[in-house]
């Protein structure tokens, strides 16, 4: 099973930028896919985006798309999530997420489609 700690969050003006990052160890990284999820007070965790296991796939979100990007070193066992253009609305508590399913592709994802997941950072865009 894969360990994920995730670092970068903060507090950032409406416009401005973040790249969280998330670490993996306990397994061999490129085993899996990674996903990005978030979650704000009083509201369901909601998918963001996912990366196959080489970098070469990417699924974003709606809300996310064309802002966010998300990227992965297999040879630093991390994957980021750079976030652009932020706006008060992505505030929440950011979660990276682990499934071994690298084969799986949708056009939206669940958090039960993953099994592994990090402790969250707090991301909070100020107006």
């Known amino acids: 099973q894969v360990q994920l700690v995730e670092s970068g969050g903060g507090l950032v003006q409406a416009g401005g930028s973040l790249r969280l990052s998330c670490a993996a160890s306990g397994d061999t990284f490129s085993n899996y896919a990674m996903g990005w999820f978030r979650q704000a007070p009083g509201k369901e965790r909601e998918f963001v985006a996912r990366?196959?296991?080489?970098?070469?796939?990417?699924v974003y979100a709606d809300s996310v798309k064309g802002r966010f990007t998300t990227s992965r070193d297999n040879a630093k066992n991390t994957v980021y999530l750079q976030m652009n253009s932020l706006k008060p609305e992505d505030t929440a508590v950011y979660y990276c997420?682990?499934?071994?399913?690298?084969?799986?592709?949708?056009?939206?994802?669940?958090?039960?489609?993953?099994?592994?997941w990090g402790q969250g950072t707090q991301v909070t865009v100020s107006s």
């Open positions: 997420a682990a499934d071994r399913r690298t084969w799986y592709r949708s056009t939206y994802y669940y958090p039960r489609d993953f099994g592994s």
């Open positions: 990366i196959g296991w080489s970098g070469s796939y990417t």
